[in-house]
């Protein structure tokens, strides 16, 4: 790694291997000490990018108050303190209290944003930093497999290996391949691979951090407040303009108009009603909870290893259709170990099978059966030879585990050699004996790698490895356990490919091993001034020069089905998700893997249900679409990366949402090409990740089924925020046009409105994004994603429960002035004069009545409430039925609050303890209420009294019904998808 400091700038590029290691005092086979890394950190500091400074607290607060309606509350605002002003010493302070509240309570709102913005950003930042790179590194003499990117210092010896994402400005110091290719488009703009070599490279720059781009979500919602933004400014206008007969009158003068009065005071008042309904009523800090909801949400699903990379993902993920799989790692543990292994006996008609017995990485555990080290003939030795040194892998004990690097699969064929116990120390002798000079990696097309080796006697041997059909298909030769090798003909494949059925049928995943002598110009080939080494840059040329093979034998590799992925596999059949598996092995292998899980039961006829890749895209379109649209599981085998694209192009032009897992290179395009692209954390190349929407940090299936699960969860969860504030807030503007429609008294001030708006939109609404999942959210079918975020049925209970919330806020307001008592409770206890509905619909005529008279009434602390004038009644008077109306508001949205519980379920099946957050926050608003009910300043500033126990009935007898009201209207909506469903079926 190269010097990033201005001190001493090193030009690594522009000097030899050998004086970069010099200057930088580190050993390729040692790398740095950890203490030489400590020293080198405190002198350059860690390798990352400045990161930018965040907005100022004084912005954010500031960016709270850049909202139209806002701006317009605190000019009325303005406004009443000009007014109050003006009135000088008639009303004093209490003239002030109300612009000085409103205020008060914006600056509150504001610091309520910025938390919740603050709130995201931190999520978001955590989500950044589970997605951090990570690089193989050489200290203190053992590689570091995934040590943070950001930790590496200058002199590290890096290993980068096909996928790799170059972690920081390099030195290539050892080449262990033929070709280097690194693709720069960040650099350049050119999206092809650029070939690099041991000559001196440019240095590169890392690349810019994730963008952050706007959820679909977050837009669907944005469409949606315009619209309610739009309605409600409509609703509040003709609430201020029914008013008017408050602020603006006249005399009719042989039917005109005449003598005008304008009250400015008045004016002002509505206004003030108007704006803060409008306020009260429209969620403005929707998207930033929104936000909140989704990336602490991924936070939660990175606990159960699914690391979402990209937030609109979560959304994605609760509409999935259709999870196609791959296999090795996902559906299986990736524990790999040979079980058994076949070649060919004195003659091509004659094959033998040994039997290897051990589960785990340790030597030691099992043997082969029947086995003799010393009469180990010539094949197989050609075997030992293979298998350890056209291999990568490496196994090492931890002091209590044996472990493996590299893959899996590779790892396993070491640990066979070590079984066979070949002459001297296994691996490590045949690695010594067979010296590796060029290595051709594995490609997908022609499904196998290999490595040319320098024997003992100066010729140079090419060693195969790969897929068994593959390598039969390049092999003229067959060799026999004496070494000795035969032309191959027909009779002899048939019986390696019955070999081969019959292992792949066991669910073995079959490695075909290889060899060819005859090199041609290759024969002599050891540096890279060889005259063929052009040849070994071209990975065309790969095939041609794994032709005229000698086929040695075949291993069977045993990877178990992971246990949970039964489970898995059943949940997404009961939430209406089909599962594909597509896989690279063999196509009965797939098969009895496939039913090992049960995505096909035992005896069932697999065809039309299982198919090779090359098979599925020889057919016709409509056949292809025929197989792909039939209810139940597939599998292709042998599939190649585009088959993957091809695949999920198909399964999105028939309006399926896909999920797509890979692990290579070769799988990113099909990754960026799915609806969810899930790549693996253990296994996957960071060109993978990078393509991926999601990666799974153990690798598993089921990992996936629960993170479905999670993204339908945090939807509903949204959903439920929604509904609970959108209701609620309908209900608040029923309430004030009820009031201004039929005339009667304010039943609430602009005061009172905006404090139910912090209170209720405030600590449950939050709560509700902690509600735990349906308990039958895997039973129900895939959303759509064109899907409506309130569609009419939901609109409709909107409305009715607004309309209820409206309706019984006005209506105690109603039943104190007219009604003696109402449900068997007494409410003329306290003394106050009852009147008729007209005369309070009429209040405004007061003055005109003959003979009216308002009886003194008292309150909760024994406060009496008198009038000088009976018609105060009306305004001074008011004060109890407002405290009622206020108190039923807040009861009734605690009670919504429980309905937002679930959709669909009743509280009955998904009851208020299951989400305990919800009942701390609901006593918390209810608490606050409380507060400035019965501390007498607060009671003054938003002009309530105390309630008496009688009241507080009276409150929750008007308030409960919305619960009754939700449960019906949930039962009809569990009934209309009961019978969709039936109709379906």
């Given at each position: 790694?190269?010097?990033?400091?201005?001190?001493?700038?090193?030009?690594?590029?522009?000097?030899?291997?050998?004086?970069?290691?010099?200057?930088?005092?580190?050993?390729?086979?040692?790398?740095?000490?950890?203490?030489?890394?400590?020293?080198?950190?405190?002198?350059?500091?860690?390798?990352?990018?400045?990161?930018?400074?965040?907005?100022?607290?004084?912005?954010?607060?500031?960016?709270?108050?850049?909202?139209?309606?806002?701006?317009?509350?605190?000019?009325?605002?303005?406004?009443?303190?000009?007014?109050?002003?003006?009135?000088?010493?008639?009303?004093?302070?209490?003239?002030?209290?109300?612009?000085?509240?409103?205020?008060?309570?914006?600056?509150?709102?504001?610091?309520?944003?910025?938390?919740?913005?603050?709130?995201?950003?931190?999520?978001?930042?955590?989500?950044?930093?589970?997605?951090?790179?990570?690089?193989?590194?050489?200290?203190?003499?053992?590689?570091?497999?995934?040590?943070?990117?950001?930790?590496?210092?200058?002199?590290?010896?890096?290993?980068?290996?096909?996928?790799?994402?170059?972690?920081?400005?390099?030195?290539?110091?050892?080449?262990?391949?033929?070709?280097?290719?690194?693709?720069?488009?960040?650099?350049?703009?050119?999206?092809?691979?650029?070939?690099?070599?041991?000559?001196?490279?440019?240095?590169?720059?890392?690349?810019?951090?994730?963008?952050?781009?706007?959820?679909?979500?977050?837009?669907?919602?944005?469409?949606?407040?315009?619209?309610?933004?739009?309605?409600?400014?409509?609703?509040?206008?003709?609430?201020?303009?029914?008013?008017?007969?408050?602020?603006?009158?006249?005399?009719?003068?042989?039917?005109?108009?005449?003598?005008?009065?304008?009250?400015?005071?008045?004016?002002?008042?509505?206004?003030?009603?108007?704006?803060?309904?409008?306020?009260?009523?429209?969620?403005?800090?929707?998207?930033?909870?929104?936000?909140?909801?989704?990336?602490?949400?991924?936070?939660?699903?990175?606990?159960?290893?699914?690391?979402?990379?990209?937030?609109?993902?979560?959304?994605?993920?609760?509409?999935?259709?259709?999870?196609?799989?791959?296999?090795?790692?996902?559906?299986?543990?990736?524990?790999?170990?040979?079980?058994?292994?076949?070649?060919?006996?004195?003659?091509?008609?004659?094959?033998?099978?040994?039997?290897?017995?051990?589960?785990?990485?340790?030597?030691?555990?099992?043997?082969?059966?029947?086995?003799?080290?010393?009469?180990?003939?010539?094949?197989?030795?050609?075997?030992?030879?293979?298998?350890?040194?056209?291999?990568?892998?490496?196994?090492?004990?931890?002091?209590?585990?044996?472990?493996?690097?590299?893959?899996?699969?590779?790892?396993?064929?070491?640990?066979?050699?070590?079984?066979?116990?070949?002459?001297?120390?296994?691996?490590?002798?045949?690695?010594?004996?067979?010296?590796?000079?060029?290595?051709?990696?594995?490609?997908?097309?022609?499904?196998?790698?290999?490595?040319?080796?320098?024997?003992?006697?100066?010729?140079?041997?090419?060693?195969?490895?790969?897929?068994?059909?593959?390598?039969?298909?390049?092999?003229?030769?067959?060799?026999?356990?004496?070494?000795?090798?035969?032309?191959?003909?027909?009779?002899?494949?048939?019986?390696?490919?019955?070999?081969?059925?019959?292992?792949?049928?066991?669910?073995?995943?079959?490695?075909?091993?290889?060899?060819?002598?005859?090199l041609e110009e290759l024969s002599d080939y050891y540096t890279e001034d060889h005259p063929a080494h052009k040849k070994l840059l071209d990975p065309s040329c790969y095939s041609s020069i794994?032709?005229?093979?000698?086929?040695?034998?075949?291993?069977?590799?045993?990877?178990?089905?992971?246990?949970?992925?039964?489970?898995?596999?059943?949940?997404?059949?009961?939430?209406?998700?089909?599962?594909?598996?597509?896989?690279?092995?063999?196509?009965?292998?797939?098969?009895?893997?496939?039913?090992?899980?049960?995505?096909?039961?035992?005896?069932?006829?697999?065809?039309?249900?299982?198919?090779?890749?090359?098979?599925?895209?020889?057919?016709?379109?409509?056949?292809?679409?025929?197989?792909?649209?039939?209810?139940?599981?597939?599998?292709?085998?042998?599939?190649?990366?585009?088959?993957?694209?091809?695949?999920?192009?198909?399964?999105?032009?028939?309006?399926?949402?896909?999920?797509?897992?890979?692990?290579?290179?070769?799988?990113?395009?099909?990754?960026?090409?799915?609806?969810?692209?899930?790549?693996?954390?253990?296994?996957?190349?960071?060109?993978?990740?990078?393509?991926?929407?999601?990666?799974?940090?153990?690798?598993?299936?089921?990992?996936?089924?629960?993170?479905?699960?999670?993204?339908?969860?945090?939807?509903?969860?949204?959903?439920?925020?929604?509904?609970?504030?959108?209701?609620?807030?309908?209900?608040?503007?029923?309430?004030?046009?009820?009031?201004?429609?039929?005339?009667?008294?304010?039943?609430?001030?602009?005061?009172?409105?905006?404090?139910?708006?912090?209170?209720?939109?405030?600590?449950?609404?939050?709560?509700?994004?902690?509600?735990?999942?349906?308990?039958?959210?895997?039973?129900?079918?895939?959303?759509?994603?064109?899907?409506?975020?309130?569609?009419?049925?939901?609109?409709?209970?909107?409305?009715?429960?607004?309309?209820?919330?409206?309706?019984?806020?006005?209506?105690?307001?109603?039943?104190?002035?007219?009604?003696?008592?109402?449900?068997?409770?007494?409410?003329?206890?306290?003394?106050?004069?009852?009147?008729?509905?007209?005369?309070?619909?009429?209040?405004?005529?007061?003055?005109?009545?003959?003979?009216?008279?308002?009886?003194?009434?008292?309150?909760?602390?024994?406060?009496?409430?008198?009038?000088?004038?009976?018609?105060?009644?009306?305004?001074?008077?008011?004060?109890?039925?407002?405290?009622?109306?206020?108190?039923?508001?807040?009861?009734?949205?605690?009670?919504?609050?429980?309905?937002?519980?679930?959709?669909?379920?009743?509280?009955?099946?998904?009851?208020?303890?299951?989400?305990?957050?919800?009942?701390?926050?609901?006593?918390?608003?209810?608490?606050?209420?409380?507060?400035?009910?019965?501390?007498?300043?607060?009671?003054?500033?938003?002009?309530?009294?105390?309630?008496?126990?009688?009241?507080?009935?009276?409150?929750?007898?008007?308030?409960?019904?919305?619960?009754?009201?939700?449960?019906?209207?949930?039962?009809?909506?569990?009934?209309?998808?009961?019978?969709?469903?039936?109709?379906?079926?």
């Amino acid at each position: 790694m190269e010097e990033t400091v201005d001190q001493k700038p090193f030009k690594a590029w522009s000097w030899s291997v050998e004086q970069c290691l010099k200057e930088y005092k580190v050993k390729l086979d040692k790398g740095l000490s950890s203490f030489e890394v400590e020293k080198r950190r405190e002198t350059f500091g860690w390798n990352q990018l400045q990161k930018e400074k965040g907005k100022p607290l004084w912005r954010l607060v500031l960016e709270q108050f850049d909202d139209m309606l806002v701006k317009i509350l605190l000019v009325a605002a303005f406004i009443s303190f000009v007014l109050a002003y003006l009135q000088g010493n008639n009303s004093g302070f209490e003239a002030y209290v109300e612009p000085f509240v409103i205020v008060l309570i914006l600056i509150l709102n504001a610091v309520v944003g910025v938390w919740q913005e603050g709130n995201a950003e931190d999520a978001l930042e955590a989500l950044k930093d589970m997605q951090c790179e990570s690089a193989k590194v050489l200290r203190d003499g053992y590689l570091v497999p995934d040590l943070p990117a950001c930790e590496l210092v200058p002199g590290d010896i890096v290993e980068l290996r096909v996928g790799d994402k170059v972690p920081a400005d390099m030195r290539v110091a050892v080449l262990k391949t033929s070709t280097l290719r690194v693709e720069q488009s960040s650099l350049t703009g050119e999206a092809m691979p650029v070939m690099k070599g041991i000559n001196p490279i440019q240095t590169q720059i890392h690349e810019a951090s994730l963008e952050h781009h706007e959820t679909p979500l977050k837009k669907k919602l944005d469409e949606f407040g315009n619209r309610l933004t739009t309605a409600i400014g409509l609703i509040c206008l003709i609430v201020w303009v029914i008013n008017y007969k408050y602020f603006l009158t006249w005399e009719l003068v042989n039917g005109w108009p005449t003598n005008f009065q304008f009250s400015f005071d008045k004016c002002t008042y509505y206004f003030k009603i108007a704006i803060a309904l409008a306020v009260a009523a429209i969620p403005e800090g929707l998207p930033a909870v929104i936000t909140t909801c989704l990336a602490l949400g991924t936070r939660k699903m990175a606990q159960k290893n699914a690391i979402v990379r990209k937030l609109p993902s979560v959304e994605t993920l609760g509409c999935t259709t259709v999870i196609c799989s791959d296999k090795t790692g996902t559906l299986t543990t990736n524990q790999m170990s040979v079980t058994q292994f076949f070649t060919l006996g004195g003659k091509t008609t004659s094959s033998r099978i040994f039997h290897v017995e051990g589960t785990t990485y340790d030597p030691k555990d099992g043997g082969i059966v029947d086995w003799d080290c010393y009469n180990m003939d010539a094949n197989l030795q050609a075997v030992a030879e293979i298998c350890a040194v056209c291999n990568d892998a490496g196994i090492f004990c931890d002091g209590r585990l044996f472990r493996a690097t590299g893959l899996p699969t590779e790892a396993a064929l070491k640990v066979l050699v070590e079984k066979m116990g070949v002459p001297d120390t296994c691996c490590e002798w045949w690695n010594k004996r067979s010296k590796k000079v060029a290595t051709l990696e594995f490609d997908r097309v022609r499904k196998s790698m290999s490595v040319l080796v320098r024997k003992p006697n100066g010729s140079n041997r090419l060693l195969v490895k790969g897929a068994v059909e593959s390598l039969l298909e390049r092999s003229s030769y067959v060799q026999l356990a004496d070494g000795s090798t035969f032309p191959i003909d027909e009779q002899c494949r048939q019986l390696l490919l019955l070999r081969l059925l019959e292992m792949s049928s066991k669910g073995l995943r079959c490695i075909g091993l290889a060899y060819k002598d005859d090199l041609e110009e290759l024969s002599d080939y050891y540096t890279e001034d060889h005259p063929a080494h052009k040849k070994l840059l071209d990975p065309s040329c790969y095939s041609s020069i794994e032709s005229g093979l000698s086929f040695v034998g075949v291993v069977g590799i045993r990877d178990p089905p992971r246990e949970e992925v039964h489970k898995a596999i059943e949940d997404c059949r009961g939430a209406g998700i089909k599962v594909m598996v597509i896989t690279g092995d063999n196509k009965s292998t797939a098969e009895a893997i496939c039913k090992e899980i049960r995505l096909f039961s035992e005896g069932e006829d697999l065809r039309g249900r299982s198919f090779t890749g090359k098979e599925f895209m020889a057919l016709s379109s409509s056949e292809q679409i025929d197989i792909l649209s039939k209810p139940g599981g597939n599998v292709f085998s042998r599939a190649e990366p585009r088959h993957k694209q091809d695949i999920v192009r198909m399964l999105k032009d028939m309006g399926e949402i896909v999920a797509m897992t890979g692990d290579g290179v070769n799988d990113a395009p099909a990754l960026k090409l799915a609806d969810i692209g899930i790549a693996m954390g253990m296994t996957g190349t960071e060109v993978a990740k990078e393509a991926s929407d999601m990666v799974l940090a153990d690798d598993n299936f089921s990992t996936i089924v629960s993170a479905v699960s999670e993204g339908r969860s945090i939807y509903n969860n949204m959903k439920a925020f929604i509904r609970y504030m959108i209701s609620s807030n309908v209900g608040e503007v029923i309430s004030i046009f009820l009031t201004a429609a039929l005339g009667i008294p304010e039943c609430m001030i602009p005061v009172q409105l905006l404090w139910v708006n912090l209170v209720t939109d405030g600590p449950p609404a939050t709560a509700l994004g902690f509600n735990p999942a349906d308990v039958d959210i895997m039973e129900k079918a895939p959303r759509k994603s064109n899907d409506a975020l309130i569609n009419s049925w939901v609109l409709f209970r909107y409305m009715v429960i607004g309309s209820y919330v409206g309706i019984a806020t006005v209506g105690v307001f109603i039943l104190w002035y007219t009604q003696a008592s109402f449900l068997g409770v007494n409410l003329v206890g306290d003394g106050h004069t009852l009147v008729e509905l007209s005369q309070l619909r009429n209040w405004g005529e007061c003055s005109s009545w003959s003979n009216f008279t308002a009886s003194p009434f008292t309150v909760s602390g024994g406060r009496i409430i008198t009038f000088s004038n009976p018609c105060d009644y009306f305004s001074v008077g008011k004060v109890k039925a407002m405290t009622l109306s206020l108190s039923v508001l807040v009861a009734i949205e605690m009670f919504n609050s429980l309905n937002a519980l679930s959709e669909d379920n009743s509280l009955i099946r998904m009851p208020p303890w299951r989400n305990p957050w919800l009942l701390i926050a609901m006593s918390f608003s209810l608490g606050l209420h409380c507060l400035i009910l019965y501390v007498p300043l607060l009671a003054n500033v938003f002009g309530i009294v105390p309630l008496s126990l009688n009241e507080w009935l009276l409150v929750v007898l008007i308030s409960a019904p919305v619960i009754l009201i939700d449960e019906v209207l949930k039962f009809v909506g569990r009934r209309k998808r009961l019978q969709t469903k039936v109709k379906k079926a």
